[in-house]
């Protein structure tokens, strides 16, 4: 299934605004598909209003939009006991692994596996980018596929996709996704 762009690269995508220049970023070398499991953005309505955003990025970039569904209780299952963490911690860790987790699943279950995996969540000035990759590395090792190891911010990263969003009238939420998050 390889394109003119180059070979197929599962992405987790967080929201539209990140997914924005990081696609930017990997469509002149990868056959991007985008992937959006997020089961930490609560309440539901702020979900649904994220992944609208992102479906228009998804429309916009010409890029495939995988929605492997919105299970709450996954989330919760896997932050079990970590809700008093602060922002940055251990129930952040946990969600990513998670996120992940299913990003690369989805990716080996295709028809024709898919065999590398990245995600945006490392354009954030506030997502530790070594601690997003090393989770990256680990869900790889357990899935036996490839992890692209990138730190979107670099080179403007950032600063590029609050460009695009304004210009396309991006939906840029104000927290994180998940409850806690939302209480600071």
């Not at 699943?105 to 024709?112: D, F, H, N, S, T």
């Not at 354009?123 to 990138?150: C, Q, W, Y």
Request: charged content about 25%; some cysteine; proline content about 7%.
């Amino acid at each position: 299934m390889e394109t003119e762009a180059g070979p197929p690269l599962a992405l987790h995508v967080c929201c539209g605004p990140c997914s924005t220049a990081v696609i930017e970023r990997l469509q002149a070398e990868w056959d991007v598909h985008a992937i959006w499991y997020n089961p930490n953005i609560q309440p539901s309505e702020e979900h649904r209003t994220r992944l609208d955003a992102m479906r228009r990025v998804a429309q916009l970039m010409d890029t495939p939009l995988m929605n492997p569904g919105y299970d709450v209780d996954d989330w919760m299952k896997a932050c079990a006991g970590l809700m008093g963490e602060p922002e940055g911690g251990a129930r952040c860790h946990e969600c990513f692994r998670l996120r992940l987790r299913r990003t690369a699943l989805w990716a080996l279950e295709q028809e024709k596996p898919i065999g590398i995996f990245s995600t945006t969540l490392t354009l954030s000035p506030h997502k530790p980018t070594e601690i997003m990759n090393e989770i990256g590395e680990e869900v790889a090792a357990e899935f036996g596929i490839d992890f692209l190891t990138r730190d979107f911010k670099q080179q403007h990263g950032f600063q590029r996709s609050v460009e695009l969003s304004k210009r396309w009238g991006i939906y840029r939420q104000d927290y994180c996704g998940c409850l806690p998050s939302r209480r600071g």
